[in-house]
């Protein structure tokens, strides 16, 4: 598990050694003065019994075995260290300065344990202090089921080491207070590593939003593809860009909502909210997956940039899914999700050059390759509607002619004459060759 030192994810500057720091606290925790004059009301405090929390009868655990029990706290903590060196191979990985400061934080919470039983409202306080002791670098040696372990490790300890400290009438509560004290570091542990979980999660999400940002703009795939790497991203894998409205403006829903969809699909993706636009960058996506998606959208038209072979050309789907993003109004009944390729004739008339290109690449040139008969074709087939036998009838040729030629038309450019979309596409796409001839381009 990895944890940030900081919300920027840099280390922190001029830290002393872990272990010197940890010594520190420690001895913060259990100063005690040198020579204490003995007051009678120290005497008296002294003698004063510590309540047990949480206990219906009220319980007591006497002073004579918190003395005890403070005496043997290093002894305790070396024991639980000495144990878990015993039952994890892992843990004898460890590096020495990380032990150290294993061994550390269990001694600074045996001492809160001993406060614990002196002040019993500050027990939630001291238990949360033991874990805040622990410097940054030991979360990301120890992970939280690592974590969970050591803690069970130390409480197993307590249980067998406490009643040979207190008194027959002190070792039922204080072996209770043991099994209570054990509960509050347990959900301390959970908080501290909580925590950890936000702060990576934010800084995860901030880089995310750099990587979506980068693929709309085009950044230097460079720089990219380091951050999508360090999100876990498979930079090999296929790419594609959907585009379309949020469902609200509540950024953190809306990108709950599409990594849930997106986990059921089993489809890696990377989110971003720019405004009133919802991109998702999908990995290796099929066309079920991307109808699955398309339903996070909000209301209005959801695009989908062609598939590019890998996240380092997600710029090119991304940059084809805005430009049909913007001509879509043009086409009121169209699919949702739509692709950016079925949106070429309302792109060329808004003006984008590279819907021009395709159409003249996709339509045009093949048409043209392979003679003058069937761009003459298919010109007549449009003008008189798509009737058959007119078109035959202009044409001076026998229908079956004509419906050779346009099913040659439909194997060269993956369009059928006779679909009035596909129409469409192709009486575009005449108009634009006839453009780009008169301006020398074809």
């Known amino acids: 598990m990895v944890v940030p030192n900081d919300p920027a994810g840099q280390p922190t500057r001029g830290a002393a050694p872990i272990t010197t720091r940890l010594r520190d606290m420690l001895a913060r925790v259990t100063a005690q003065p040198a020579d204490p004059p003995k007051k009678k009301a120290q005497e008296k405090a002294e003698n004063r019994q510590a309540e047990l929390p949480g206990s219906a009868d009220r319980q007591q655990v006497s002073a004579g ?36 400061s294993i061994l550390l934080v269990t001694q600074i919470g045996v001492n809160h344990f001993v406060e614990w039983l002196r002040d019993p409202e500050g027990s939630i306080r001291l238990t949360a202090e033991a874990f805040r002791a622990a410097p940054p670098e030991l979360a990301r040696a120890v992970s939280l089921r690592q974590t ?43 908080t501290v590593y909580a925590g950890a979980a936000e702060a990576r999660g934010a800084w995860d999400a901030r880089l995310e939003a750099l990587v979506v940002d980068g693929i709309v703009r085009g950044d230097a795939e460079e720089s990219l593809l380091s951050r999508a790497a360090a999100l876990g991203w498979d930079l090999a894998e296929p790419a594609t860009v959907l585009i379309g409205n949020p469902p609200s403006e509540d950024a953190p829903a809306v990108l709950y909502g599409v990594r849930s969809r997106a986990a059921r699909a089993g489809h890696g993706v990377l989110v971003g909210v720019q405004g009133s636009r919802l991109v998702v960058v999908v990995g290796d996506a099929t066309q079920h997956a991307l109808e699955r998606l398309s339903e996070a959208f909000g209301p209005g038209p959801v695009v989908a940039g062609p598939t590019v072979a890998a996240l380092a050309e997600a710029h090119r789907s991304a940059a084809e899914a805005l430009s049909a993003l913007r001509a ?32 003249v690449d996709n339509v045009v040139r093949p048409l043209v390759a392979s003679g003058g008969l069937l761009i ?45 979309r596909d129409a469409l596409v192709l009486r575009v796409a005449l108009a634009v060759g006839r453009l780009a001839q008169s301006r020398g381009l074809l």
Do not use: K
Request: proline share 7%.
């Open 376 to 420: 003459d074709t298919l010109d007549a087939y449009l003008e008189v509607g798509g009737v058959l036998e007119a078109c035959a009838r202009q044409l001076f040729v026998h229908p079956n002619t004509v419906r050779y030629r346009l099913r040659r038309v439909t194997e060269l450019t993956g369009r059928t004459p006779s679909n009035p």
């Open 65 to 100: 075995t918190v003395r005890r029990l403070e005496r043997a706290s290093g002894e305790l903590a070396n024991a639980s260290l000495a144990e878990m060196e015993r039952r994890f191979p892992w843990f004898r990985r460890l590096l020495a300065d990380q032990r150290a």
């Open 148 to 190: 969970v372990e050591l803690v069970r490790t130390a409480i197993d300890m307590f249980e067998q080491r406490l009643p040979t400290l207190a008194t027959d009438h002190d070792r039922a509560p204080l072996v209770a207070a043991g099994m209570r004290y054990g509960r509050e570091i347990a959900f301390a542990a959970a």
């Open 328 to 359: 879509v109004v043009a086409w009121p009944s169209a699919p949702r999700p739509v692709a950016a390729a079925d949106l070429l004739p309302e792109r060329a008339l808004a003006g984008d050059p590279d819907a021009e290109r395709q159409l």
